[in-house]
């Protein structure tokens, strides 16, 4: 495998996390009792879906953009790709130290996310069928303009990501098992650089949408592995092209990736709001999903979820809500 596994001393990850803390206050976890019964065994909620973006990317984009002007003080701008949460992230980190933000996303991409990444002031921008055909065109463009391109994985990134784990880990430190969905990676990789820093024996379970499969086939490959689509409702692991550093710590460090269908995905949304009246978006439910699917395995133990977000558009939320899977083409 190329990449190169994601590492840091505990140092690093508690200025990161101080950093977040400036702008927002640890999110928090719940045991509901209602979804312990449900899945037979003690199920805890970290809630990213609590952020001022409605997910846990904005942790990332704030310490990125604060150690890119550290570094680049007169850096004109910057410039990304996303599907939402990631746009919502920077956009919002930008405007707080003041530079401006260009956020790409493909065609048909929501326009609930659109409107949320423009309304903290990106400039957004319509392009491509999926999100890896906008992400090319934003590097086109970056050094057409000489902007400064943010990745959607990067060291930086998971640095404030992580600051996320340190609070799980922290106030819930007998976790059994964690699940968490894998989009681009940051997410996983946070959780399982502070599960090893702090010492932990916690088993980390990815989660991917069987439809989506990049993350599980490059898993099960130990290298990383493309595929022609992501044809995926849940939009936050909609990838095609994993990130090798991503799954060289990924496989090092995760106990397993599961893969999980559309209608579970949806099933979760619906069980979240039924049982802990939550809204969770796609990718935020998929966790759930996966620790439903492998039910008997965790009869009675500790796990932890992470709803990484709530943000889902209106129309398609009614859709989930009455009982309909969304489909993507």
């Known amino acids: 495998m190329s990449g190169a596994p994601i590492s840091f001393e505990v140092s690093e990850l508690e200025q990161a996390a101080e950093v977040v803390r400036r702008v927002l206050p640890p999110t928090p976890q719940y045991a509901w009792p209602k979804l312990s019964c449900r899945a037979g065994c003690t199920v805890w909620v970290k809630h990213e879906n609590h952020t001022p973006t409605g997910a846990f990317k904005v942790r990332g984009g704030l310490v990125y953009l604060d150690r890119l002007i550290r570094a680049e003080p007169k850096v004109p701008g910057v410039i990304s790709a996303t599907r939402g949460n990631h746009g919502q992230s920077l956009s919002f980190a930008a405007a707080r130290v003041g530079i401006p933000a260009t956020i790409y996303v493909p065609h048909g991409n929501s326009p609930d996310q659109n409107t949320s990444i423009a309304a903290f002031g990106a400039t957004v921008v319509e ?76 088993e980390i379970v990815g989660v991917s949408a069987a439809k989506a499969p990049a993350s599980a086939l490059s898993f099960r490959a130990g290298r990383p592995i493309p595929t022609p689509s992501a044809l995926t409702f849940a939009d936050g692991l909609a990838t095609r092209e994993p990130h090798s550093d991503a799954i060289e710590t990924i496989c090092r460090g995760a106990a397993r990736v599961v893969e999980v269908g559309e209608d579970s995905i949806a099933d979760a949304i619906r069980i979240y709001f039924d049982d802990t009246h939550q809204i969770a978006e796609g990718a935020g439910a998929a966790p759930l999903a996966a620790v439903l699917q492998e039910k008997e395995r965790l009869a009675k133990r500790n796990v932890g979820v992470i709803l990484t977000g709530g943000n889902i558009e209106r129309a398609r939320l009614l859709q989930v809500l009455s009982g309909v899977t969304p489909s993507v083409s």
């Open 127 to 202: 392009f491509g069928k999926d999100f890896d055909e906008a992400k090319h065109e934003a590097h086109r463009v970056a050094a057409a303009r000489r902007l400064h391109f943010v990745p959607s994985f990067h060291r930086d990134l998971v640095a404030g990501v992580a600051s996320y784990a340190l609070e799980f880990f922290r106030a819930v430190p007998d976790l059994d098992t964690v699940y968490v969905g894998i989009g681009m990676g940051s997410g996983i990789c946070g959780l399982i650089t502070v599960r090893d820093l702090l010492g932990l024996k916690t």
